[in-house]
């Protein structure tokens, strides 16, 4: 805020849904850039630094991943209930979520203990909570729920960028300056991130110093707590109610207090969540497999290995927008089913380069092809499922909403994100363990049939249960989309 309360200097372009996006986007890529630099570092600093032996550093590994996915779970909804508690702003804990990353880079840099990489670990992990939550919370205030699909589409392709080449960078850097050209990086770029979020003025922010004529051009009164937009809904201008959506009066102090986990009744929100579940979980079990199959079945070492990632994350990179497009334009169903049952196709079809048929007729090139080929066309999949989760969680919620006003303050967006976070960071840990071990035990062709029949599951809950158009309304009658 200016001297006397006149506007912030640039508020125009602060304050603009591109540069907040962007803001938010570059949130999350240094969140997960960070998290994959220290990938291919962790191993040397336990054995050269920590002098753990050679048989603890997998299991030290694991459990540090572990303290990470449990600090992300517990400070996903923490975070989304204190920003729609303290909802005046959500600049504060956006910048307190920066504060725990750079307090984990720095242990990260100076622990010379199991234990203060642990804390290290679960900093990172409750600072990748906060940024998720928060900051898909400020995008959906930006540019509305209409416009969600192709933003998050974006989000997600321009993050994949980071998980592809963060270990690649990290293993280079270490090779060529040690730990001093890792942790200087990582510092570096959250002073970027500090820089983009102080900059930032929120949309409800700006919209304080708009002037009355501006106001009454730009927007309509809807009776409620929440500022309209150009991106605000139609639906929130209307005097439509959902007689379905309506809840009773909570009855217990735990629904009184978190009123959205009586939401929790809808199997469109339940199949919403599931959905961001399996995302995760396909995410997770790629990351655990891929570089496995190509040291044993090709014999590639970690930087061949991680190329191995270039068509899986390059497809959901250059086509992530454009299904996000789709999902705004056509809805989450089709998106969804269409992902799911491409996927089924995709992990069956993952088989082939390790089928001992096919390993005797191809040669190792031709392999290798293949494997990429198929990498990629997984990728697409990837792409097409990346929105629909959000979406439709936060359609279903907005109708929940407007039916309900009485018992919400405004709308829980941050906690319903918040626990999103918390089931994706669930997925992550989920799917390398369930992939690792159906690998072992049925092998690598048979741990993606399992999968696929997981997906098909998937397709089918999607098609029943989301992106359902018609609404019940105070008359009773249907209002088409």
């Known amino acids: 805020m200016g001297i006397d309360g006149s506007p912030p200097r640039g508020l125009k372009w602060r304050s603009h849904p591109l540069f907040i996006v962007f ?21 040397f600093l336990l054995k050269d630094r920590i002098n753990i032996p050679d048989s603890q550093i997998q299991s030290t590994i694991s459990n540090l991943l572990a303290v990470y996915a449990a600090a ?6 923490i975070a989304g209930i204190l920003a729609d508690t303290f909802s005046s702003s959500r600049k504060l804990p956006f910048l307190l979520g920066l504060f725990l990353l750079l307090l984990s880079t720095i242990l990260f840099a100076l622990g010379r203990s199991v234990a203060v990489l642990a804390i290290a670990r679960f900093a990172q992990g409750a600072s990748g909570g906060v940024v998720w939550t928060i900051g898909i919370a400020i995008v959906i205030e930006t540019v509305g729920q ?25 293993g280079v850097l270490y090779a060529k300056s040690g730990y001093k050209g890792v942790f200087g990086v990582g510092i570096g770029l959250v002073g970027i991130d500090f820089i983009l979020r102080v900059l930032m003025v929120e949309k409800k922010i700006a919209q304080r110093y708009a002037s009355p004529q501006l106001q009454t051009s730009d927007s309509q009164p809807t009776g409620n707590q929440e500022d309209t937009t150009e991106q605000t809904p139609l639906l929130a201008n209307s005097s439509i109610t959902f007689d379905r959506y309506r809840l009773p009066k909570p009855g217990n102090r735990f629904t009184r207090t978190l009123p959205i986990l009586m939401l929790f009744r809808h199997t469109g929100l339940l199949t919403a969540i599931w959905i961001g579940f399996m995302q995760a979980l396909l995410l997770g079990s790629f990351d655990a497999t891929v570089p496995l199959v190509a040291s044993k079945q090709f014999g590639f070492d970690s930087l061949k290995a991680g190329l191995l990632f270039l068509p899986l994350g390059g497809a959901d990179f250059l086509l992530g927008p454009v299904f996000g497009w789709c999902v705004d334009r056509y809805g989450t169903k089709p998106a969804s089913v ?6 089924v196709i995709a992990l069956v079809l993952l088989r082939l380069p390790t089928e001992p048929s096919i390993v005797s007729t191809l040669d190792t090139g031709h392999l290798i092809a293949l494997y990429v080929c198929l990498l990629a066309i997984s990728g697409v999949g990837l792409a097409i499922i990346n929105s629909p989760s959000i979406v439709e969680a936060g359609n279903v919620v907005e109708k929940y909403y407007r039916a309900n006003e009485d018992l919400f303050d405004q709308a829980p967006y941050a906690q319903l994100y918040g626990i999103n976070s918390m089931v994706w960071s669930g997925g992550l840990t989920v799917g ?18 399992v999968l696929a029949s997981i997906c ?16 019940d309304i105070d008359s009773g009658s249907v209002v088409e989309n």
């Open 338 to 343: 269409l992902g799911f049952t491409w996927l």
């Open 432 to 449: 390398p363990l369930l992939a690792g071990a159906l690998r072992e035990k049925i092998g690598y062709g048979n741990m993606n049939a």
């Open 72 to 77: 992300s779970c517990a400070a996903s909804p």
């Open 456 to 471: 098909a599951f998937t397709a089918i809950l999607a098609a029943l249960f989301i992106g359902r158009k018609e609404e």
């Open 23 to 43: 803001t938010v986007g570059m949130g999350a890529f240094v969140d997960l850039f960070l998290y994959g630099l220290i990938v291919p570092v962790l191993p």
């Open 146 to 170: 209409e416009n969600l699909g192709k933003t998050m589409g974006t989000i997600f392709s321009f993050i994949s960028v980071a998980g592809l080449f963060s270990p690649i960078v990290g």
